[in-house]
């Protein structure tokens, strides 16, 4: 528990800036772009090399490719570095290949993406000038996404989570440009001129330059050299092809659902301005948070460990891995997702309501991300499990267990969205999404139990029993501070929701601390001592 502790906790340390500096630059885009037409096309444009990049290496990436190179490191006489050099190669020429197809492909891809977008109208045009000028980004996020793999396999962490920090400040500081040039009609999509488009889809592109030259700069610190290698015969492809075709599968079916959630809010967004796919991208990226700085950086440190403990047949160390990382998740995750149900529109408010986004549009996206709430606990344990059937080099169970949890998301999707009226349609998708992920984690767990005889489930179970309890009093206390503060001060605005995130959540959160600490919860002792101890020196 203290190795994974210590390894998350350096991840989790440069993920925390990451996602703090994410916040800033999506503050930031709020207030240039608003909610409304210009905020839905950026947003449109810059999903899309996202979801190519899913399919064709991220996915594999975690899946597959680690595994690898942690076999060749393992097995090849020069410690993989060959097999390395190999996939570098490959990786560079082929997303430059594809970054040039995609940007010819541009309108195609927005008409994909999109619901009732037509050719020839401003929304669709300017969407397609974005996309062109974000696209070409997919070569260099390809080439640092396997840089940060290798860096991992090397138990060097720091530098894959740190790295998006300095995308993230090269973008704010694109994004203020675009706020100070087009001013007040920066949100207007009618005002935008060609130039302002450039320096928002350049700008954006070149966040994921910057963050790829951080990665390939510290894999040559580590001693990696790179040599363009060609030789394919020796890059074990048809091995990779043969694992990694189910995980393209699973990726495939992903996107399909995301392809069809952006024509649902696209949709919704036209139906009511304000309610489309710019609330949902905004909720969904609070939502990813408190995963993305503890979910990740622990599954991160979890698969290599994983996969080797499978290599030499050490299946206790699977399920003792498996364990320890789901209940350090969930002693974060469970407070969390709670006091995501009740402080959402206060969390919203004071992030999103400036300049083109109005209170209204910041609330509307604190009540999606409300709903989201409800995913967050079973959407980690969910990604936890396909890292147990990835360290056994089983990339095709997650596809069928991924497709019947998309394929139960896409009915709800649709069931919602014929039934809610437009202004709820996007909370509608947020629901279908955390009743899916439910569903798919109970199947994944009595899958991956069969497969390492046993996952520790009912200890798990009650560990987590234990910090829902302790996590329910912080409930409360962020419910009473809504209700005195909406009788004392009236609606939402700026310092209300201010006053209700310090006490709701700034106290809330002390005081799970304190009732976990109490409860002898073993996962909140170990991180209440790690801080105590780093401030203490």
């Known amino acids: 528990m203290s190795r994974l502790l210590r390894a998350s906790a350096i991840m989790a340390a440069g993920t925390m800036v990451s996602r703090v500096t994410g916040f800033v630059r999506t503050m930031v885009l709020a207030y240039a772009i608003g909610t409304m037409a210009m905020g839905d096309a950026y947003n449109a444009a810059y999903a899309i090399p996202y979801s190519i990049l899913d399919l064709l290496l991220l996915g594999v990436l975690s899946s597959v490719v680690v595994p690898m190179i942690v076999r060749a490191q393992q097995h090849d006489p020069d410690g993989g570095r060959a097999y390395e050099q190999r996939l570098m190669t490959i990786t560079t020429v082929a997303l430059i290949l594809v970054a040039a197809l995609a940007v010819l492909a541009a309108p195609l891809l927005i008409d994909l993406y999109t619901t009732d977008w037509e050719p020839g109208t401003r929304k669709f045009e300017v969407a397609v000038a974005l996309a062109r000028f974000i696209l070409p980004q997919l070569a260099f996020f390809g080439i640092g996404a396997v840089a940060g793999a ?14 998006p920090v300095v995308n993230n400040l090269v973008v704010i500081g694109v994004l203020a440009a675009y706020a100070v040039i087009a001013g007040t009609t920066g949100g207007d999509i009618s005002k935008v001129t060609n130039g302002q488009l450039a320096l928002l889809g350049l700008g954006t592109t070149a966040g994921i330059v910057a963050q790829a030259l951080v990665l390939v700069i510290a894999l040559k610190r580590v001693g990696f050299a790179f040599v363009p290698r060609f030789d394919l015969r020796n890059a074990r492809l048809g091995e990779m092809g043969r694992a990694g075709i189910w995980t393209i599968g699973y990726v495939i079916i ?19 301005p304000g309610h489309g796919i710019t609330p949902y991208t905004f909720a969904f990226q609070l939502f990813q948070l408190p995963y993305g700085v503890i979910g990740v950086s622990v599954i991160t440190a979890m698969l290599p460990r994983m996969s080797r403990g499978v290599t030499e047949g050490r299946l206790d160390d699977v399920r003792g891995e498996f364990g320890s990382s789901v209940r350090l998740i969930s002693s974060v995750m469970v407070p969390v997702s709670l006091l995501l149900m009740v402080l959402g529109p206060a969390i919203t408010v004071p992030i999103y309501a400036h300049g083109a986004t109005s209170v209204e549009a910041a609330k509307y996206i604190g009540n999606v991300l409300q709903v989201y709430g409800l995913a967050l606990v079973p959407f980690a344990i969910f990604q936890l499990l396909l890292r147990v059937f990835y360290a056994f080099g089983d990339t095709r169970t997650p596809v069928f267990v991924g497709a019947g949890t998309t394929a139960v998301n896409a009915v709800l999707m649709v069931v919602f969205f014929q039934l809610l009226p437009a202004r709820y349609a996007v909370m509608g998708l947020a629901f279908a999404y955390a009743v899916a992920y439910a569903l798919g984690a109970m199947v994944a767990w009595w899958l991956a139990a069969r497969r390492v005889r046993g996952l520790g489930g009912w200890e798990i179970g009650m560990a987590l029993t234990r910090m829902y309890l302790a996590a329910l009093p912080s409930a409360v206390l962020a419910l009473a501070a809504v209700w005195t503060a909406q009788q004392v001060f009236g609606g939402l605005d700026f310092l209300n929701s201010l006053i209700i995130l310090a006490v709701g959540g700034g106290l809330g959160m002390l005081l799970y601390l304190a009732v976990a600490h109490r409860a002898r919860i073993p996962e909140v002792n170990s991180i209440v001592g790690m801080v105590a101890g780093r401030v203490g020196r």
């Open 254 to 272: 992903t996107q399909l659902g995301f392809m069809l959630t952006t024509n649902l809010s696209s949709a919704a967004g036209d139906a009511v």
């Open 150 to 163: 290798i860096l991992n396999t090397r138990d060097r962490f720091a530098a894959p989570m740190w790295a």
